[in-house]
């Protein structure tokens, strides 16, 4: 299996988990938290750091998006 495969495989259950109602009900730190709708959820802020943004944030976040 090449590596692009294998990234592709991790991002796609790295997705599935950050998504799950499970894995964020088992990680709250209390019944408040994540509840608010915001402009990046935490799944987008998750794939935003994986990607290792070597700009600005400013720039970054604009190639994100």
Known sequence: MSIRNNLKDFFQEMN????????IEQHRANNSAF??????SFTDIIHFLLT??????????????
């Open 35 to 40: 509840s608010r709708t915001r402009k990046l």
């Open 16 to 23: 599935t988990l950050l998504t799950s109602n499970e894995f």
């Open 52 to 65: 290792l943004p070597q700009k600005s944030l400013s720039v970054s976040l604009g190639e994100f998006f």
